[in-house]
């Protein structure tokens, strides 16, 4: 990979207006871990702020480098201070530029961020068994697969299965020459 093209950004708290929509998108949810609700511009605005004042997460804006488009979210949650570890999450909400590689990049960045500006040492994610393309962007960032966490996630009037993956900073470490780091 040459030059990445998207870039993370604090959230700021105009951000609401366009995670709105991705909230109310039934395909968008239809992919993620947590249970379908209806999403109020009130309660979007609130969600943008406390992820921004939050000491016990962080969540990051995906943007365009080219014209610092908002298009994804990017977190850490589950933050084990004392064990070095924390659970991660990735959100392309704009659907023109799913399947283009940039959920990738944010990743790779996120991780960058994580182990060598922040010391973890682990970082994991839980997803949708049958969400395969989440899969193989997590292993492309060096993910590998721990486990199943059976009949984990109610959704869609069905019990779904979650596939655990995990990283190593060691691991991370490898992939270095993959990648131009700023």
Known sequence: MSEFRVYLRALEPED???SIKWRNDDEIWSMVVGPKYFVSTA????WVEDAIYSKD???LAICLKENDEYIGNA???DIDWIN???KTSTLIG???YWSKGLATEAKILLLKFAFYERGFNRIWATILEDNIASQRMNEKCGYKKEGLLRQAVYKNG???NLVVMSVL???FDKLKKNYNWD
Do not use: P
């Open 158 to 160: 069905k019990f779904h």
């Open 16 to 18: 609401y207006k366009t």
């Open 43 to 46: 309660y979007e605005k609130k």
């Open 57 to 59: 997460k962080i969540t």
């Open 84 to 86: 070095r570890s924390a």
């Open 94 to 96: 704009e659907k023109q």
């Open 169 to 171: 900073k060691e691991e």
């Open 75 to 77: 977190s850490f949650t």
